[in-house]
């Protein structure tokens, strides 16, 4: 192991941008990172709001982050290694914060009224967890959900693995919408329309905040790209033209074997929100050539992030691209599982959603199970299933719809079992993209003991009733 950090620093020192200035520079600071450089056992997050140009030529206002004038900022921390994270709320409207796709103690996973209570103005809450699995993923608040992450509160969390796999340059990619006019103001977050269909789309498509960025990295090497879709509505359609990489994990959990890279619309990988992908791309071979990640939007393919290559040449390969090690998630026995089935469709008439402190849209378009769930607050509702510590579950997701959901279930790692539309790879995740019309089995083995929010990550699907909590006992 210390031969591959040797290996890292030696390469990154030979390339002379250590020190470096302008562009380079920040992007050291801020995103690359070597392995255990940038991991943390505490950090501190002021909710707050921010300031920054997003449409080109216009100071956006009322922005919200951790930061001053820019994303909330990547958190790193180690496999099996205690976190301590404070939040102090800095804004006037109530917050929680949600750690997605982390497998951490029940009270500790931000779920207003499930799990604690609204953290108000001026008062901190102190997370503390330890994650059983490395891998890509990310934060958001989960009340005043729908505002506080359409107005720019979403950050990417990295949990490094034990031993560094040797890339030569990590950049994590956060992929989101603003709805903003061409001056820089804010559009309506969400809409009534929307709502009740596909979600209410962004209108400037951002990584890091930042249209079209340009970055950097070594000439040759192997640059692992942590792809992020933390948007409340789109469903990103990323692919990387002319690129020669391997895709090496989906929703924080390793693909047992490398696969090749999208580079199409057609084999375009669908991200959505909640969901993704890392991707080790091996960087052109002469300095000043770039990679570009895009996605398929309506009309026309987007450009997402540029990224070119500087210094010369470490000439890396592909083939050096292995499966990073498995996370340790329990194998359900299929034979013996529960089967319990959900339906995700329209609410059936009736009451506005109670909000609690955490807000409401004020409409009921969605249910699970024909029952519409009353915005971020729980209280006087029950769990949509209750399960012992240890049983295998198989949970039948019958969308029926004509819409895309993607379903996110907290503090558990599930697998796709089978579909009635598609062939499915059983790959673990938190969040599984419902087509329209769809029913996908997903299986797993209750062993996070709590009650585990479920819902679907469209944000105006989920604080218009398309959310529920399932409960796993304590013994
Ligand atoms: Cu990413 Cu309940 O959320
Ligand atoms: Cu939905």
């Not at 040797?6 to 801020?30: C, D, I, M, P, Q």
């Not at 009270?107 to 102190?126: C, E, N, S």
């Not at 950050?155 to 820089?184: A, K, S, T, Y």
Request: proline share 7%.
């Amino acid at each position: 192991m210390s031969g591959r950090c040797h290996r890292f620093f030696s390469r990154r020192e030979a390339l002379g941008l250590v020190g470096a200035t302008g562009v380079t520079a920040g992007l050291w600071g801020s995103f690359a990172s070597g392995q255990s450089a940038g991991a943390r056992a505490s950090r501190e997050l002021e909710v707050r709001l921010a300031k920054a140009s997003i449409v080109e030529g216009a100071e956006t206002e009322g922005l919200v982050s951790a930061v001053a004038d820019g994303p909330p900022p990547v958190l790193r921390l180690r496999r099996n290694t205690p976190f301590k994270i404070g939040v102090t709320n800095r804004l006037d409207d109530y917050t929680s914060m949600h750690w997605h796709g982390l497998r951490v103690d029940n009270a500790m996973d931000g779920v207003p009224y499930l799990t604690q209570f609204p953290i108000g103005k001026d008062q901190r809450f102190q997370y503390e967890m330890t994650s059983p699995d490395a891998g890509t993923f990310w934060y958001h608040p989960h009340c005043m959900t729908m505002e506080q992450m359409a107005l720019g509160f979403t950050g990417i969390l990295i949990v490094e693995e034990d031993d560094d796999p040797g890339f030569d340059f990590d950049l994590p990619i956060n992929l989101r919408d603003f709805r903003l006019d061409g001056q820089g103001r804010w559009l309506d977050l969400w809409t009534a329309r929307g709502a009740a269909r596909s979600g209410t789309f962004g209108t400037v498509i951002t990584a890091n905040w930042q249209v079209e960025p340009t970055y950097e990295a070594p000439t040759g090497g192997l640059v692992r790209l942590r792809i992020a879709a933390t948007d409340t509505t789109r469903i990103y359609r990323v692919f990387l033209p002319d690129a020669d990489g391997r895709l090496i994990a989906i929703d924080g959990h390793p693909l047992p074997a490398p696969v090749d890279i999208p580079k199409t619309e057609e084999t375009a990988l669908h991200l959505g929100p909640g969901q993704r992908a890392d991707i080790v791309v091996r960087m052109p071979l002469s300095e000043g050539q770039s990679i570009t990640l895009m996605t398929d939007a309506p009309g026309a393919a987007r450009i997402l992030a540029n990224i070119r290559s500087i210094g010369s040449t470490l000439d890396r390969s592909v083939s050096e691209v292995a499966a990073l090690p498995p996370n340790p998630v329990s194998t359900p026995d299929l034979n013996a599982a529960r089967l319990e089935e959900f339906v995700f469709g329209w609410s059936p008439e009736g009451d506005l959603p109670n909000n609690g402190l955490c807000g409401t849209l004020g409409y009921t378009f969605w249910s699970i199970n024909r029952q519409p769930w009353p915005g971020d607050a729980v209280e006087g509702t029950g769990p949509l299933a209750t399960f012992k510590l240890g049983e295998s579950v198989v949970l039948r997701l019958r969308n029926e719809s004509p819409n895309a959901h993607p379903i996110h279930l907290h503090g558990l790692a599930f697998k796709p079992i089978r579909s009635n539309k598609r062939q499915i790879a059983p790959l673990w995740t938190d969040t599984i993209l419902l087509q329209k019309e769809e029913t996908v089995d997903i299986a797993f083995v209750a062993d996070n003991p709590g009650d585990w929010a479920f819902h679907c990550h469209i944000i105006e699907h989920q604080k218009t009733g398309l959310a529920g909590y399932i409960r796993v006992l304590e013994s």
